[in-house]
């Protein structure tokens, strides 16, 4: 099967989320990615508790599900021969990313201008937790700082409750996809003009695009948004998240106006529909607690499924909040393939997260390879990619290029 990357090589130096995460969209959709590691920092990605569980004394996985699809190799680049290597492997190639702390690259001898005066057309991206400018390039910070400081987590939570994280990691999600998608732009510039460029994408700035709305306030109206709950933003209570007759939570979205007259019409609440001060949006978002009243009475009455039937049955958007396990169970999860199963080396036959790709009708994204052990790929890269012999491999790997 053809895949849409085919031909485009990456050299992927990223570590924890934010660079692997990157790295892996490329790769599911066919580009060459080849992880280099340092031996130990390769070994710790492989240990119980990095993503697999290889017996069942192990701790949960984390995900090194991020790391499928690609080549990996271990290089000792404080010996000669393994920084010579990854110079050497960046020559052949379109990219190369890397989410170290601005100044790392440099200080190795390996930064930006180093590169492209080797590689013309190399595409450099890196992703950092502030960027490469500005006050805080040296401040170094992950998801929780990220979340703090674009103030995020003051938005997320309930009013009377403290500022809250969201769940997942998921500023270094959103920094992935940007760079993934900034690394295939320019290396179609470079393929048109023959020059590459670096790319700086801040895990601060992946998460400060998403609030959109709160910004604009700040900004021009001079507000400071705040906790909403179970609110939307945009749309308050018609948007908003309520408990059924059992406690259990269920999400509701009725801002459109035919959407709130059908929820009108299955609670039995013509009052509150045609010609009513509440059948129009200005109206619903003039009257925040008329509409509060209104859902929670109608689901209070009802368990999350029957509302779920009753609702869904005349075009109401509508869905119970389910955990993570109920989630992996449900019928559509396997309809769309979203979790396969793939064959690892040392865990045998894994269920890992699935591709987002896979809706490419002439060349889907496919998960194809597990996640590669240390060093697993070395030789055959080495001799693929750089025609080194099986004996000058040997002789390398016996000189300590591939270990500390």
């Not at 010579?84 to 960046?90: P, Q, V």
């Not at 401040?139 to 674009?150: E, K, M, S, V």
Request: aromatic share 8%; with cysteine.
């Amino acid at each position: 099967m053809s895949r849409p990357l085919e031909g485009i090589r990456i050299i992927d130096l990223g570590t924890v989320i934010a660079g692997p995460f990157n790295t892996m969209q490329l790769a599911d959709l066919g580009a060459d990615v080849i992880k280099v590691e340092e031996p130990l920092a390769a070994e710790r990605r492989n240990m119980p508790g990095g993503g697999i569980l290889f017996q069942s004394s192990d701790l949960i996985p984390v995900g090194v599900y991020r790391d499928r699809n690609k080549e990996a190799i271990s290089l000792n680049l404080k010996h000669p021969r393994g920084l010579e290597i990854l110079l050497d492997l960046i020559r052949t190639s379109d990219a190369v990313t890397e989410n170290f702390s601005p100044g790392t690259m440099d200080r190795m001898g390996i930064g930006y201008d180093v590169l492209k005066a080797i590689n013309p057309k190399i595409v450099y991206a890196s992703v950092s937790a502030f960027g490469q400018t500005g006050s805080y390039k040296h401040h170094r910070g992950y998801d929780i700082l990220a979340q703090a400081r674009t103030g995020f987590a003051s938005v997320t939570g309930f009013p009377e409750d403290p500022p809250t994280r969201a769940g997942n990691s998921i500023t270094d999600y959103y920094a992935g996809l940007l760079s993934a998608f900034s690394i295939l732009s320019a290396i179609r510039h470079a393929d048109r003009t023959g020059y590459g460029q670096m790319i700086d994408i801040a895990l601060f700035e992946g998460l400060f695009m998403t609030l959109e709305g709160y910004a604009e306030r700040a900004l021009n109206n001079n507000e400071t948004p705040t906790r909403l709950g179970m609110d939307s933003l945009t749309h308050g209570p018609t948007c908003a998240i309520y408990s059924d007759s059992e406690g259990k939570l269920v999400a509701i979205d009725v801002h459109r106006d035919e959407w709130w007259s059908s929820f009108c019409e299955a609670a039995n609440r013509p009052d509150l529909s045609e010609g009513s001060i509440t059948s129009t949006y200005n109206g619903r978002q003039d009257n925040p607690d008329t509409i509060k009243d209104a859902i929670s009475a109608f689901m209070s009455k009802l368990a999350s499924e029957e509302a779920e039937k009753i609702l869904g049955s005349v075009g109401v958007p509508i869905s119970r909040v389910l955990t993570v396990q109920e989630m992996v169970e449900l019928p559509h999860i396997k309809d769309r393939g979203l979790y396969p199963t793939v064959d690892h080396p040392k865990a045998g036959p894994v269920k890992i997260t699935g591709t987002a790709y896979a809706g490419l009708t002439r060349t889907p994204g496919t998960v194809f390879s597990h996640p590669p052990m240390a060093n697993e790929h070395g030789p055959l890269v080495l001799e693929r990619v750089l025609g080194y012999s099986r004996e000058q491999v040997k002789e390398m790997e016996d000189d300590g290029v591939f270990s500390v």
